[in-house]
């Protein structure tokens, strides 16, 4: 079981917007503005898309923005494409143990 | 553009010592703004942070994995090695690289990850 809960599964259809929450506790998500969202095709390299909760890096399209409220984190796809449709996942750091990050179980986004 | 790329067997057996390559390109190992990073991901599950390497050569890794992990850098081939040992069926994954810079705390650059599984 991964240490920060994301819903399975997200859909909506082209032009949409789409939330996907990141549940964690007040020990990471809660305590450190170090939330990130990385997109993944399988096969293929995962991409940060979010860092430091809201922050795009550069090249990232600014349809994908990130928020955060206590202990939960969103990404949200505005515009939802059809090159969206992808595995996402979040992580955050955690001083459980020193340095740790921990990440989601992924969220599989579909473009109806 | 920085890039990575793992490489390693995919097969080990139960008990012995899984061992991996990240090579880098486009970017240096040496650079003291970086931490170099392994991830995995077992089959139908989420990721999990495995460890980072310094250039200095000093490391962190999870505790989960206890004293099982060992992290190494080659500034000649620009390259960081991952050995785990004692591997059983839970450690079968796929192994992702990815480039860490410790002001950001995400990782900025992966690799495409490779499938290793443990199996007799």
């Known amino acids: 079981q991964s240490a920060l809960t994301q819903p399975p599964s997200a859909s909506g259809s082209p032009g949409q917007s789409v939330t996907i929450s990141c549940t964690g506790t007040s020990s990471d998500v809660g305590a450190y503005n170090y939330v990130s969202w990385f997109q993944h095709h399988p096969g293929k390299a995962p991409k940060l898309m979010i860092y430091?909760?809201?922050k795009r890096p550069s090249g990232v399209p600014d349809r994908f923005s990130g928020s955060k409220s206590g202990n939960t984190a969103s990404l949200t796809v505005s515009g939802l494409q059809a090159e969206d449709e992808a595995d996402y996942y979040c992580?955050?750091?955690?001083?459980?143990?020193?340095?740790?990050?921990?990440f989601g179980g992924g969220t599989k986004l579909t473009v109806l | 553009q920085v890039q990575l790329q793992e490489s390693g067997p995919g097969l080990v057996k139960p008990s012995e010592t899984l061992s991996l390559t990240c090579t880098v390109s486009g970017g240096s190992v040496s650079n003291s703004n970086y931490y170099w990073s392994w991830i995995r991901q077992p089959p139908g599950k989420g990721l999990e942070w495995i460890g980072y390497?310094?250039?200095?050569?000093?490391?962190n890794h999870n505790p989960s994995l206890k004293s099982r992990v060992t992290m190494t850098l080659d500034t000649s081939k620009n390259q960081f090695s991952l050995k785990l040992s004692s591997v059983t069926a839970a450690d079968t994954a796929v192994y992702f690289c990815?480039?860490?810079?410790?002001?950001?705390?995400?990782?900025?650059?992966w690799g495409q990850g490779t499938l290793v599984t443990v199996s007799s």
């Open positions: 992580s955050s750091y955690t001083s459980s143990n020193n340095f740790e990050v921990v």
């Open positions: 390497i310094y250039y200095s050569g000093s490391t």
């Open positions: 430091e909760v809201s």
């Open positions: 990815a480039r860490l810079p410790p002001a950001m705390v995400t990782f900025d650059y």
